[in-house]
């Protein structure tokens, strides 16, 4: 999986997923989740939740496609991919997983972390900076694979935690699992290549920390990735309505107890 990007017809796959034919227009079944653009891992690809991952889009290169960065953060090759990602919803992303887990089938486990705060067996983090109360969360073994059906999705259950934010009109919702690949890559033990298709952007940068960026029209995106000390990565997705700096200030929250 060390191989350079092939611009024709391109199409991500994570660990086996099946397509999602996101031209159809079905309310009452969860067919994918929206994120803002596309991961690809060079190496063991695996389902990320947003995305990232609880993602499974079939992305087109065309040859307009540029990089718009290229670059290595401990080790794992990040590459941005300028391209409009042309499809569209009629749920906002928060409803569609709120929806996914009222299905039982979709939650192996589910933990208490006031109780157990190490079930899951990964760090993870809170937010601590906040104006938008949490409403709900699910942590446990999901299956994150949002898929066309139950017959076509890869069912894998990943220790993950989903924190659903709501007020009024303004949602934001997060998810949390651990990166083996990433931490595999970060401990040298093997090579990975990350591509994020749509209009990525790197907004924050450190030793521990990585923090991109995507927008559209009606939901905003942060993948963040953060090195604990002993070497482990935990992937974070944000993603919500409210403005830029709104999510911005909100992945802080996040970062606050990060050393």
């Given at each position: ?67 718009a960065f290229s670059n290595k ?117 093997s090579e990975l290549s990350n ?65």
């Amino acid at each position: 999986m060390n191989k350079k990007s092939k611009f024709e017809d391109l199409t991500v796959k994570l660990n086996a997923v099946y397509e999602v034919d996101i031209s159809e227009k079905v309310m009452t079944k969860i067919e994918e989740i929206r994120v803002r653009g596309n991961i690809k891992r060079k190496q063991n690809p695996r389902s990320i939740l947003l995305l990232s991952s609880i993602i499974v889009l079939l992305v087109s290169i065309s040859a307009g496609a540029t990089y718009a960065f290229s670059n290595k953060w401990n080790g794992i090759t990040i590459s941005l991919i300028e391209q409009n990602n042309e499809y569209s919803n009629q749920m906002n992303s928060m409803d569609r997983m709120s929806q996914w887990l009222e299905n039982p089938k979709n939650i192996e486990k589910e933990y208490n972390l006031v109780v157990d705060k190490e079930a899951l067996g990964f760090e993870f983090v809170t937010n601590k900076k906040t104006n938008i109360s949490l409403i709900n969360r699910v942590a446990g073994h999901i299956n994150l694979n949002i898929s066309e059906s139950e017959e076509k999705g890869d069912i894998k259950f990943t220790p993950a935690i989903v924190d659903f934010y709501n007020h009024q009109q303004q949602w934001v919702m997060v998810i949390q699992s651990n990166n083996s690949d990433a931490t595999k890559a970060v401990r040298g033990e093997s090579e990975l290549s990350n591509e994020f298709v749509g209009n990525w952007r790197e907004i924050k940068k450190t030793d521990n920390i990585l923090a991109l960026y995507s927008e559209d029209d009606n939901e905003k995106n942060i993948n963040l990735s953060i090195m604990n000390s002993d070497k482990t990565v935990t992937d974070i997705q944000i993603i919500g309505n409210i403005n830029k700096e709104e999510m911005i200030e909100f992945m802080e929250g996040y970062l606050a107890e990060v050393n």
